[in-house]
Nanobody, 120 residues
Framework: QVQLVESGGGLVQAGGSLRLSCAAS????????MGWFRQAPGKEREFLAL????????GYADSVKGRFTISRDNAKNTVYLQMNSLKPEDTAIYYC?????????????WGQGTQVTISS
């Protein structure tokens, strides 16, 4: 079992930046593909980014490519999502995930989420 706890969400103005963190416990994340998803009110869950076990490969949704950066520190058992040039449409609950395989539509473990609100 992997427990994931997100932090770093909040309220920022459009054009600003936020850095989300995801602290894992229970197992080392070095065995998992780590990712970020989000869900806005009334919308379906949306894939954002994945990072491979060693961090050598990353993948992003078109909606965030060039603005968001996923990274990981296996020694700290932590994953990050740096979000720049934020837009009001980025407002959502952001979820950290862990998976045994590279998948953009599902994950094995989910955090409880952290709220990100972007004001115009």
């Amino acid at each position: 079992q992997v427990q994931l706890v997100e932090s770093g969400g909040g309220l920022v103005q459009a054009g600003g930046s936020l850095r989300l963190s995801c602290a894992a416990s229970g197992r080392t994340i070095s065995s998992y593909v780590m990712g970020w998803f989000r869900q806005a009110p009334g919308k379906e869950r949306e894939f954002l980014a994945l990072i491979s076990w060693s961090g050598g490969r990353t993948g992003y949704a078109d909606s965030v490519k060039g603005r968001f950066t996923i990274s990981r520190d296996n020694a700290k058992n932590t994953v990050y999502l740096q979000m720049n040039s934020l837009k009001p449409e980025d407002t959502a609950i952001y979820y950290c995930t862990a998976a045994r395989l590279w998948r953009t539509n599902e994950a094995d473990y989910w955090g409880q989420g952290t709220q990100v609100t972007i004001s115009s």
